[in-house]
Structures are given as structure tokens and as C-alpha cells.
């Protein structure tokens, strides 16, 4: 490709995140991607969607995604509208011949999401999702130590992600508290980062076993109204899992966990080590190296701190010493897609990535409802 034109469907919170990429990408990685253009922004609304192209610099404005797909000078369309539309929209590009750059979830349940797996095998192009943690330094310094067996034999793990916000029983419904919109709550808004996380890191499910709470079952339908809604999705939930490798392990995702604020943890023990992370401490890994001798009073035994730091390879700002921050692995995350795009190559998240999470979501809320153990489908 001569250049790259990016069409963004959405300009919520993170439309101008991803936007926000996009336009550091050339100066994160001088001349290693072809020109980017903000070709059209496409919302709800035409004012909504003007007020964005001016404010950040797209070349065209709208409200139908029709257009946007079909524009010449759009190569990738971003989507990153609210979850239910996402099958309708991603399918809509694909049948445009337009790669695609999909926020987390792919689709509201696995049927669809399987579709679109399809649609996109058929029409040769790629879809790449948004799983941005994988982009923390920190994560992928985890994955090489598990790769180079410093773990040896995995035992177990355990992993949270844990928001607060959601116990003001005055907040007002919205699109993300009704399953027939979100396609569930904080297990598919929190745990879906979580699912694939574990799965980056260890492997594929085989069956999980869940349970969930709604602790406020309705809310106004708007604020300060008196009129109350029912709300349909879970506000925590928490699921113990088994991987195909034999690895166990326990998730657990809530909107409810007051005094958290961003805090995405996990724990990873094995026969000759252990790992932990917490996001809201991202510059470092935490490694023990149980090989190390225990003698005299504890010898070199103890948790070490690994300087992760900014660690990307090629980037040429910040410098590596730099610390961290969350935008930067979403920019990470479409400079990964867009590179696989222009070398012709499947992305890594891709968009089967995408299915296989969308899968264990499924079978968590079988088990919610079933309360049993159910298998995880790879298909």
C-alpha cells in the first residue's frame, strides 16, 4: 500500500483513543508504516460525527456506515461502536473488501462471531482485534519466560480485573446494562481482556464453570427520571477454568469492586517459578526463581522485580527507560494489525482471537444459567 486510510466507526472514549494512535504511530515508528490518513468518521449522529472530524482531523464526515465502507480512500475500517453493533458493521466492511480493526467483543455470542470468521476467510481479508493488554511489556515478557520453560510445569493460575463505578443504584441505564446490547457485563466488558489474556499466555480453555451477581436489578431509565429499568447483566461474575494443557485456574470480573480503579491482576504458579502482574503497577514483572537455593535462612530465595518498563523493540519514542501507559499498548496493539496488514500476514490478535473468546463467554453464561461444568468449543 501507497498509504493507509483509516474510516472510524464510533468517536466515544475509545474511537479517540484508537484515534489518538493513529496519529502517534509515525512518530512511535518513523517510516515504517506507509502514510496514514483519517480518510471518515462515521456516528450516530451527522453533528456528532462532524464535531469529530474537526476536532481530530478526518478528511470526511457521516452517519451511514454504507458510505464509509465504500469509500476508496479507506483501506481499514476501525470499529469501535458499542457491542451490538459490531456483527452488522464488521460484516458490512468485510463485504466491502475492507480489512478490519474490531474493538472487544467481536459479536454479542459465538454464532455470530463465527460468521464472521467466515466472511472474512471467504473474502481474503483480515480482521484484527482490540486485546490491548497483550501489548503491555510486562505480559509479554511473562509469555517469553513461560516459553523458555522458566516455569517448568504450570500448575495454576489466577486472575482479576476489577472496575468500581457501577454501585450508584442512580446511575442510569445505558447500551452496557442490557445482555441484548452488551451481550452480557462485567464477565464479557472485563473478562473478555481476561479470557484472552490467560489464553496468550497459557493456552486454550476445555471447560469452565461460572456464577454471577446483579446486585442493582434496575435503574432510571435516564437521569433523574423516576421510571426504572431492569437491568439484564451481570454487575460480577467469576468462573473457574480448565485449560486443555491441564493448567487450572480462577477469573473473577466486576463493575462493583469499590476502591479499585483500574486494577487487572494475575498470578501464574509453576513447578520451578511464579509470575505476577498488576496493571496499576505496569512497569514491572514480578518473578520467583524457585530453582534459586533456599539455604542459608532463605538463601537467594524471594520475589524479583523485572524491569519491563517501555520496552518495544523499533519504537523510536519514548525511550525504554520511559515509563509506561494504557494508551500506548491500544497504539501498540494497531501498529501490530496495520504491519501484519502491509506484510501481508495474519494479525496476532486476530480475528479468530476473537471467536475463541467469544466461545468461552458462551459457555460461562451456559454455566451460569446450568450451574455445571460446560465444555469450551474450539470451533
Not at 467466515?118 to 519466560?145: C, D, K
Request: net charge neutral; charged share 20%.
Amino acid at each position: 500500500m501507497d498509504a493507509i486510510g483509516i474510516g472510524l466507526i464510533g468517536f466515544g472514549m475509545i474511537g479517540r483513543v484508537h484515534t489518538l494512535a493513529y496519529r502517534e504511530l509515525p512518530l512511535l515508528y518513523p517510516k515504517q508504516l506507509p502514510p496514514l490518513h483519517l480518510s471518515m468518521v462515521c456516528t450516530s449522529r451527522a453533528e456528532s460525527a462532524r464535531a469529530a472530524a474537526e476536532e481530530a482531523g478526518f478528511s470526511a464526515w457521516g452517519a451511514e456506515v454504507a458510505t464509509l465502507v465504500r469509500r476508496d480512500d479507506v483501506n481499514v475500517v476501525d470499529c469501535s461502536s458499542p457491542n451490538y453493533l459490531h456483527y452488522t458493521q464488521v460484516m458490512e466492511a468485510i463485504a466491502a473488501s475492507k480489512h478490519v480493526y474490531c474493538e472487544k467483543p467481536l459479536a454479542l455470542n459465538g454464532a455470530e462471531a463465527r460468521q464472521l470468521v467466515q466472511a472474512a476467510r471467504r473474502a481474503g481479508v483480515q480482521v484484527g482485534m482490540t486485546f490491548n493488554y497483550r501489548f503491555v511489556p510486562a505480559v509479554q515478557r511473562a509469555r517469553q519466560l513461560i516459553e523458555a520453560g522458566r516455569l517448568g510445569q504450570i500448575y495454576s493460575f489466577r486472575t482479576d480485573y476489577l472496575h468500581t463505578g457501577y454501585q450508584d443504584p442512580n446511575k442510569p441505564m445505558g447500551w452496557k446494562l442490557r445482555r441484548e446490547q452488551a451481550g452480557g457485563g462485567a464477565l464479557v466488558d472485563l473478562g473478555s481482556h481476561l479470557i484472552d489474556m490467560i489464553r496468550f499466555l497459557l493456552g486454550d480453555f476445555e471447560s469452565v464453570r461460572a456464577e454471577a451477581r446483579t446486585f442493582i436489578t434496575e435503574r432510571p431509565i435516564s437521569r433523574g427520571a423516576t421510571e426504572k429499568e431492569a437491568v439484564t447483566v451481570d454487575d460480577v461474575a467469576w468462573m473457574q477454568a480448565r485449560l486443555r494443557n491441564g493448567v487450572t485456574g480462577t477469573i473473577e470480573a466486576s463493575r462493583f469492586a469499590t476502591g479499585m480503579v483500574d486494577d487487572l491482576r494475575f498470578e501464574i504458579h509453576g513447578e520451578r517459578g511464579a509470575l505476577k502482574f498488576n496493571l496499576l503497577d505496569p512497569n514491572w514483572l514480578y518473578w520467583y526463581d524457585a530453582t534459586r537455593s533456599g539455604e542459608p535462612m532463605g538463601g537467594e530465595r524471594g520475589w524479583t522485580r523485572l524491569e519491563t518498563i517501555q520496552n518495544y523493540p523499533g519504537a523510536a519514542v519514548p525511550p525504554s527507560r520511559a515509563t509506561v501507559g494504557w494508551a500506548r499498548t491500544h497504539a501498540e496493539n494497531q501498529y501490530a494489525f496495520l504491519r501484519a496488514i502491509i506484510e501481508g500476514r495474519c494479525p496476532q490478535p486476530d480475528v479468530q482471537d476473537g471467536l475463541l473468546t467469544q466461545l468461552v463467554l458462551d459457555a460461562a453464561y451456559t454455566s451460569i444459567e446450568t450451574g455445571a461444568w460446560v465444555p469450551v468449543s474450539l470451533e
